[in-house]
Each structure stands twice: as C-alpha cells, then as structure tokens.
C-alpha cells in the first residue's frame, strides 16, 4: 500500500491541476454576472441557495463519509442505498417546490417563487448522484474527479456567460447548481451504474447509520452556522444589503474553497485506511496543518491588503459597499483553510460524535456572533467583526477536543507548527501596511500587481531560507523534465 504521502500527492497534484485552472473560468463568470447584473439579484439567489443548501443535507444524511469509511459494504449494499437516496430526492425535490410559496411569502419577493421551484430539479439530481459520485472518492479516482469538474465548470461557466449576455438576467445565476448537478450524476452514473429495484433499502442503510447519523446531525449545526447571517441579513437589511454581504462573503471563499477542494476531499478516503491508528492520523495531521498555516495566514493578510483592488477591479464600482466586509472576512480565510482539515481526521478517527460536538459548540458561538452583529450593532462590518472573533473561538475548541479526546496527544505539538507561518504572516503584513501607504494614488491594477509580487516574494523566499521546502530543487526539478 502507497504512504500517506505518496497518496496524498497524487491526489492533491490531479485534483490542483483542474482546480486551479477552473479558477480563472469562475473569476470570469463572477466578472461578467456582476457588471450585468444588480446586487438585488445576488441577494435574492443568495437567499434561494441558503434554504436549498439546508434541503441538501436531507439528502445526503451522512452518507457520503460514510459509504466512504465503511469497507464491508458489498455492491447490493450499494445499490440498495442508491435506491434510497432515489426515494428520498422525489420527496425533497416535491416538498422543496411546494415549499416555494411559503419562502417568497416570508421574504415578501415573489420571485423566489419560479426561482425555488426551478431549483427543486438541482434538490433531486443532487440526492441521486451521491451514492454513484461517493463511489469516485470510495475508490480514490482523483484524476478522474479533477477532469470531470474542470469540464463541468467550464460548459457551465459558457452557458451562464451566453444567458447573461442575452437578458435572461436573474435567471442567470441558477443555471450552476441546475446544470452541475445534472451533468454531475449523468457522468458519475455512467461510471459506476446502478441498477433500479423496488425497494426503499432501508436495511442496507442501517449498516451505515451509527456513523451517518453523527456526520448528518453536525451537517445540519453546520449549516445553520454558515447560513444563519444571509437568512438574517435578507430579512432584517434588504435583498440589497445581501447582496453586498453575500458578494464580499463570495470572494472570500474563493480562495479558500479553491486550496481547501484540492485537499480535504482527498483526506478522508486515503485517511480512512489508517482509523485503527492514531498516531499516524495525529502525525499526519500536524504536517497537514503546517503546509495550510503556511499557504492560509499569508493569504489571510495579502488578501487584506489588496481588499479594495480585488472588489473593484473583479466586480466594478458599484459594489464599493462590499470593500470593507470583504477586508474583514478575509482575515478568517487562515483560521479557516486549517480548521477545514479537522473534519476528514474526525471522520478517519472514527469520531463523528466528536465532529458533532464542535459543530454544536459552533454553532452556539457564530449564532450568538451574527445576531449581536445583526441585531445590537445593526452593521455589516460589525456582524463581519463578530464572525471573525467567532472563528477564533471555534479554532481553539475544535483542536484542543482533538488532541484531548482523539487523539490523546499534547496539543502543544499543534500549535508548534503554527508559529513559523504565523511570523512569515507577520513579515507579508508589515510590508504590505507599507506598499497601502505609497501606492494610495497608483493605478488599481499596478497596486494589486505590486503587493501580489512582493507578497509571493516574501513567501517565497522566507519558505526557501527556513528549508521548510526546498523551492529552488523543486523549480530544477521541473525543468530538467521539461528539457528532456
């Protein structure tokens, strides 16, 4: 069997490839959508997605790790619970249209009435495409997952671009979760086929519910933890007021859901080989944790920085607005990128329940963050400030529960790896504040161009000094294969 290592490169190198450069297909739909289109239409899409989003975690219920975790599931199994799945889509996807009404009711805008209803088609291709795409992850078809998602992106990124253009407007922006979710099961069935039986399968998905039930259950805290300030926001400050938010929120995760898709879907299946030994996951994790701290914290700060250039120069002036919410989510995105990597070890260490209890201690803290936010200060830059302090708390609970009850480990070898990245942070900052201070007058892309430069400067040279990568090698490496 592979290392974890050698496993963990593959993974990550094919899954890197088409990620990173779907990134630029995505930046030119965000750039495109939102010059053609009003921050009223976000806000309204952003509400449509959030309810969505919590119907999808009906559909899944855990299964996904789970299936993946479970290595005595036979095919039959399988099959019987892609059956079940296929059950549980007709009655979200009819209960989600019915619901339509009610939704547009409670936000007083008729239409999230056509908009839910069309997005009832995503709720049911979402749920019967879980069992066939797990299976992609079950047997670590990472090559194949990367291709298929850069491919999808890009067909959809074109037809959304083609709808912009041609003034079908707000319509526009459900043509993603639609058409990526049809495409999605059409490919992953066509991969691993299942065969359709008259049956619920209830008793194959007893095999999996002792572990499905924790993941499902913190799936549910979660959600509300990541959602809970558009719902609010869109209710109590206006469709206009989310779409600023949700836009800033947007482009924060960008960057962060483009390293974290590269790795953590790649953890948990190779992860899972090793449940019986926790000192490997532990020593695992803490090298998993240093390479994120030393690509999250940096990021944090160059993000920061270059806040007002990247709004303004991707979206256009008109969501000036979303400048100073963006510069204070930004400093989330390093806490974030390392704390998405305690999941797939929870769900590797078989620790759902432990997984359950940090969301609910999330949970508790971001909601009580949001609404201080939303309701005492009534601001969206202080709701923005609560959710950074939240992050911090949830940080240091989420890791000390790790170390103290998984894996049993001093917790101070965690947060050893964490100040070398967190000096390199410091160092970009510092030199950064400087750069704002004396190009306060340049051009917006000669600005955005310089601090990039500079912050990869820095980075680079700070990570070749420490010998924490050998940069130089690597570069040599590569172009010595490039020559021959």
């Known amino acids: 069997m592979a290392s974890i290592k ?25 750039a495109v959508l939102a010059r053609l289109l009003h921050p009223d239409d976000f806000g309204v899409i952003a509400v449509a997605t959030v309810i969505i989003n919590f119907f999808n975690i009906f559909t899944n219920i855990g299964f996904s790790s789970a299936i993946i975790q479970n290595k005595e599931l036979t095919s039959r199994d399988i099959n019987n619970i892609y059956m079940f799945t296929i059950w549980l889509g007709i009655f979200l996807g009819i209960l989600f249209f019915l619901s339509a009404w009610s939704i547009a009711s409670y936000y007083n805008d008729k239409r999230l009435i056509s908009i839910c209803q069309l997005l009832s088609i995503s709720l049911f291709f979402s749920a019967i495409a879980i069992v066939p795409n797990t299976l992609f992850y079950k047997n670590k078809k990472f090559k194949f997952i990367a291709y298929r998602t850069f491919l999808i992106q890009l067909i959809v990124g074109i037809f959304s671009i083609i709808a912009a253009l041609s003034g079908v407007g707000l319509y526009t922006l459900i043509i993603q979760p639609i058409l990526s979710s049809i495409l999605i099961f059409c490919v992953s069935l066509k991969k691993y086929p299942q065969k359709i039986q008259w049956v619920i399968g209830i008793k194959s998905v007893k095999k999996i519910w002792n572990y499905s039930i924790y993941q499902f259950l913190f799936n549910v805290v979660n959600y509300f933890t990541r959602n809970l300030d558009k719902l609010l926001i869109g209710k109590y400050m206006g469709m206009n007021m989310l779409g ?3 836009k800033s929120y947007r482009l924060m995760m960008l960057p962060l859901q483009n390293i974290t898709y590269v790795i953590t879907p790649v953890m948990h299946p190779i992860l899972s080989d090793y449940q019986n030994d926790m000192n490997k996951l532990a020593y695992s994790h803490e090298h998993i944790t240093r390479l994120l701290a030393f690509i999250g914290f940096p990021l944090s700060l160059a993000l920061f920085f270059c806040s007002e250039e990247l709004v303004l120069c991707i979206f256009g002036n008109q969501w000036l607005p979303s400048i100073p919410v963006f510069k204070i989510l930004s ?7 390392v704390l998405s990597s305690s999941g797939p070890f929870y769900q590797a260490g078989n620790d759902t329940r432990g997984l ?3 969301g609910i201690f999330s949970a508790i803290v971001s909601v009580s963050a949001i609404l201080i936010g939303i309701f005492y200060f009534d601001s969206l830059e202080a709701t923005a400030w609560c959710i950074l302090i939240a992050f911090c708390l949830n940080f240091i609970q989420c890791y000390w529960q790790l170390y103290h009850f998984m894996f049993r480990r001093n917790i101070g070898f965690f947060y050893h790896q964490l100040i070398s990245p967190i000096t390199l942070s410091f160092i970009i900052g510092c030199v950064l504040y400087f750069t704002s201070l004396l190009t306060k007058q ?28 050998d940069i130089i090698s690597m570069i040599k490496n590569i172009l010595s294969k490039l020559k021959k």
């Open 244 to 246: 600023y938010y949700e």
């Open 6 to 30: 050698q496993q963990m490169l593959s993974g990550v190198f094919y899954t890197a490839v088409a990620k990173y450069s779907s990134i630029i297909i995505s930046l030119i739909v965000m």
């Open 356 to 358: 359950l209890i940090c």
């Open 331 to 337: 400093l989330t995105v390093g806490i974030q990128l």
């Open 442 to 469: 340049c051009n917006l892309i000669m600005s955005l161009s310089l601090k990039s430069i500079l912050s990869l400067l820095i980075w680079g040279i700070y990570i070749q000094l420490t010998q924490e990568y």
